[in-house]
């Protein structure tokens, strides 16, 4: 009923969006919660061919509309702006952030289905989402639940994969590890091994990534509790959805913190498909390779200090702060100590983006649920600081795109509030959330039948020749 009800107040809204921008209001037929079929795979099956048919008429009809301008800036800069790539299951605007199949944040907060009412979403809703562009109801939720916990089982050898790395290996080595070995297992692998059909190649994918993703809080809660926690691992409870289930399996049973959870893998799971992460899976992927082995690349991507180890970098640099300054510094010197960060020749994390140019609406829902949760919280106090602080020192640097704060400024001082107090652990959790993600256009790019990626590159003779003669020409 309160489903039925924010639905017909966001329908509502819409409607009255409808006349300055049709758009939305044929995004948001697209939405309409999906039948009451609580089989995930089954609802893919009926909705693939129709997108097949989208894709071959849009490259039929429109395989030669211009795209924009490649220029040289954008091949010597990271490939910024460059549209390169199809990725259906978010979108990212520069100055609104992330909208999954068509919803913001704050939109999935009010329409995904919670475990209880007026909580976080469940990630299996956006699960759910992200691989049908539907909202599911909670039936189809708890189905979802039911089918991943059915799933989450992980075999001795991958355990004992982790075991063979020193406990001193960063979590991120011993996660993409487990990952790697997990692939053992692999259906796409076998059944590519008998001549599947291409036809059927989303098939094993899809059974791959299912249980890649049920398997994943299993691995990465082994991996915490081998480092920080003795190696005493606690089982799966039967009675708890995903997000839920990873919090306990970590060791922490606070309600608020499962509430935390489910809200940090919800945000955490995709952010279009151009960022290191999306893009290495999908690269990988498209040489048939199967979801784990896609993933893990991922994953070695995420690892890297200016994507996702940057959750790590701002929980460790704020504890920095508090060392030298004490907790209750004052704006002035954390003015200084800012600048003394960046005259170090560092960067501060938590800040600036490789396409937004606002604050992240991840960070802002973040910071909501603190002021709901933590608001006395001295770190949430220093984090809330440093967005008056930070953005004014970067603009003065002059040369930052972005001054505003980002995912990782916030999350680290969520779970340090709850006793997840080691950073290093932090991508991680990004990590399991980010299979999401990239696994759910995974399975898209083998039902669309997406090729092998390969740009073109060149060399800087080639491109001097180049602009020579677009000079003189
Ligand atoms: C995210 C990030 C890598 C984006 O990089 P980008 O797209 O190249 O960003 P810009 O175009 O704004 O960079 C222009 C310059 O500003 C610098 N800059 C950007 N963000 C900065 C920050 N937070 N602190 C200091 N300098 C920063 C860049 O390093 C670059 O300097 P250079 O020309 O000397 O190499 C960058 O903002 C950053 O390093 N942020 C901190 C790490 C972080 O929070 N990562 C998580 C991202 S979700």
Known sequence: MALFRSLSALSRRNVQQQKSS???FVRWIQMQTSSQDTDLRSQLKELIPEQQERLKKLKAEHGKVQL??????????????MVGLLWETSLLDPEEGIRFRGLSIPECQKLLPAAKPGGEPLPEGLLWLLLTGKVPSKGQVDALSNELRSRATVPDYVYKAIDALPETAHPMTQ????????????EFQQAYEKGIAKSKYWEPTYEDSLNLIARLPLVASYVYRRIFKGGQSIPVDDSLDYGGNFAHMLGFDNPVM???????????????????SAHTGHLVASALSDPYLSFA?????????????ANQEVLLWIKSVVDECGE??????????????????KVVPGFGHGV???TDPRYTCQREFALKHL??????????????????????????????????????VLLNHFGLTEARYYTVLFGVSRSIGICSQLIWDRALGLPLERPKSVTMDWLENHSKKAASS
């Open 175 to 186: 996660f993409a590890s487990g990952v790697m070995a997990l692939q053992v297992q692999s």
């Open 328 to 345: 209750n510094i004052t704006k002035e010197q954390l003015k200084d100590y800012v600048w003394k960060t960046l005259n170090s020749g």
């Open 22 to 24: 049709p758009l939305t």
């Open 375 to 412: 608001p006395d919280d001295p770190l949430f106090q220093l984090v809330s600081k440093l967005y008056e602080v930070v953005p004014p020192v970067l603009t003065e640097l002059g040369k930052v795109k972005n001054p505003w704060p980002n995912v990782d400024a916030h999350s680290g």
């Open 297 to 309: 690349a991922a994953l070695n991507g995420l690892a890297g200090p200016l994507h996702g180890l």
């Open 356 to 358: 937004l140019r606002k």
């Open 68 to 81: 924009g301008n490649i220029t040289l800036d954008m091949v010597l800069g990271g490939m910024r702006g």
């Open 258 to 276: 499962h509430e935390l959870m489910r809200l940090y893998v919800t945000i955490h799971s995709d952010h279009e498909g151009g960022n290191v």
